[in-house]
């Protein structure tokens, strides 16, 4: 008989199939988890063993009797906080994060780095109470720990504000014949030789994506219906139209009416010349006001906050990228910062460096809209000194993604996208000097901000490489910006 983990229990709860392919097709798998997110996890874990004071810990072996031997041992000298307590009850195993031990029963705590609670997390911390009240425990409470977004760091870390308790005992409770009743079902499926017959539906979205789609869709045509920007035709539309047998290109072409996912489509499928709506591009361009700064930003989050003022997960910018056209036919400077990631003040530098850089009334060239402004304004309001010059840099911004998402210029190698790094290889095919792909290290944000954290631990040789790549990549983003800007000014 399998084993069945409580993440095991997890993936049943989102799909049965999902399970049958783990155990009979891990061939087919493809890891969709974020390495960042599994990061957050662990340190948010390690932390949350700190609130409850003394503790002690079941080491982790992949031979899961010893845990529970551990266990057994450490419930036996009277320990009154045991992390990562392990226990089993039929093929049915399950370590708790942290364990509490009290006269009148014990409590579960079942820790999350998120922010909220998903029902998921109901479910998990459910089946652990589960094989504990099968065991013969009494269980007391069964608690989500999950962090407190809207705590906010002050001059001392503050454990018991950084997280929020939810108590879900009476949640667990209702769960448990759900949880008899799945468990009987997941033991006939994992036995089974047959595959069970699910097919696509939300929960091959949420609560996670599943790691099996490419598998489960492998029946659908290349280009199809899952592929067209979720801005344009929501999940629920996608997946009516799929169940209506609706989901190739060619049939879509007549059914869609949403003109951007109509664009999507009819370029690829009748292979279209790019289309530019000249008067609105130059209307748009007749805006900019000279000099012009096209600026970036790179930001990093910490899920536990270090710098004074900030809260859990928020954007700190730690970098940014400047080019500056005084004029028309001017000379193009490039200017730039770089914090050091162990300077606790790196945002107030961020600040000063970029207020001093950008003095003129000019326009500043962004590429997103909502997301430096709003970077903008959290730094406003951490130091209120340079409210008044980022208000004005704010007051400058033209967002050069709008000729984009608006399709006044599209192409079918856009694939309804209006992200840089598909609009930049559209306009300039085949220039290597503009490929993301030829950068060393560093790719793309979710990059730049996981290899500024990994600074912290990196030997002096490491950091200097990792900086220069973290330069190069920011660079390219805002002189992407400056080859846009000459491509819409072509345009008559
Ligand atoms: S892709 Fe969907 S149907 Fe296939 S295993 Fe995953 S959740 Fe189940």
Redesign the pocket.
């Known amino acids: 008989m399998v084993n069945i983990s409580k993440s095991l229990y997890c993936n049943y709860v ?2 049965k ?2 399970v049958w ?1 783990l155990k009979n097709k891990m061939e087919e798998y493809v890891e969709t988890k974020n390495e960042q997110v599994l990061d957050n996890g662990n340190k948010v874990g390690d932390l949350a063993r700190r609130y409850f004071g003394n503790y002690s810990l079941v080491k982790y072996d992949e031979v899961l009797i010893n845990m529970i031997m551990d266990t057994k041992k450490l419930l036996k000298d009277g320990k009154e906080i045991i992390c990562e307590a392990s226990f089993k009850f039929n093929n049915l195993f399950a370590s708790i994060d942290v364990l509490k031990i009290e006269d009148d029963g014990v409590s579960i705590y079942e820790v999350k780095s998120s922010s909220e609670i998903k029902d998921i997390y109901k479910d998990d911390a459910s089946f652990q109470a589960y094989i504990l009240k099968k065991l013969g425990y009494k269980i007391k409470s069964v608690n989500i720990m999950h962090v407190n977004s809207n705590y906010v760091l002050g001059k001392e870390f503050d454990i018991k504000e950084f997280f929020t308790v939810e108590d879900i005992t009476d949640i667990s409770i209702l769960k448990e014949n759900e949880i008899e009743e799945y468990v009987k079902e997941m033991n006939e499926v994992l036995d089974s030789n047959k595959e069970p017959n ?4 939300k ?2 979205f949420s609560p996670y994506p ?1 790691p ?2 490419k ?2 869709t492998k029946h659908l045509p290349e280009k199809n219906v899952f592929d067209i920007n979720g801005k344009f035709i929501r999940l629920n539309d996608k997946l009516k139209l799929y169940h209506e047998g609706n989901y190739s290109y060619e049939t879509l072409i007549n059914s869609v009416t949403n003109e951007k996912a109509l664009d999507q489509i009819d370029f690829v499928l009748n292979n279209k010349k790019p289309k530019i709506n000249v008067e609105k591009i130059k209307e748009f361009m007749s805006k900019l006001k000279y000099p012009l700064y096209f600026l970036d930003y790179e930001t990093c989050q910490f899920v536990i906050p270090e710098i004074e003022g900030t809260r859990p997960y928020q954007q700190l910018t730690f970098q940014y990228s400047l080019h500056i056209l005084d004029k028309e036919d001017g000379e193009l400077i490039h200017k730039e910062f770089l914090a050091d990631v162990n300077d606790k003040d790196f945002i107030r530098h961020f600040a000063e460096s970029l207020i001093k850089d950008i003095p003129g009334d000019g326009s500043v060239i962004i590429y997103n809209k909502s997301f430096e402004p709003t970077r903008n304004k959290e730094i406003a309001r951490m130091y209120p000194e340079f409210k008044e010059d980022l208000e004005k840099i704010n007051s400058n911004m033209i967002d050069f993604m709008i000729p984009f998402y608006e399709h006044w210029y599209y192409t079918k190698e856009m694939e309804g996208s209006y992200s840089i790094k598909y609009v930049l290889p559209a306009l300039y095919r085949d220039d290597p000097s503009l490929d993301y792909h030829n950068l060393d290290l560093i790719h793309n944000g979710g990059e730049a901000s996981s290899s500024f954290i990994d600074m912290i631990d990196k030997s002096e040789e490491e950091v200097l490489k990792i900086r220069k790549a973290l330069l190069k990549y920011c660079e390219l983003d805002t002189y992407a910006m400056v080859k846009i800007y000459e491509k819409l000014k072509e345009i008559e």
């Open positions: 989102q799909c199939k999902m392919l699910i097919d696509i539906d929960q091959c599943c099996f789609f598998y489960c």
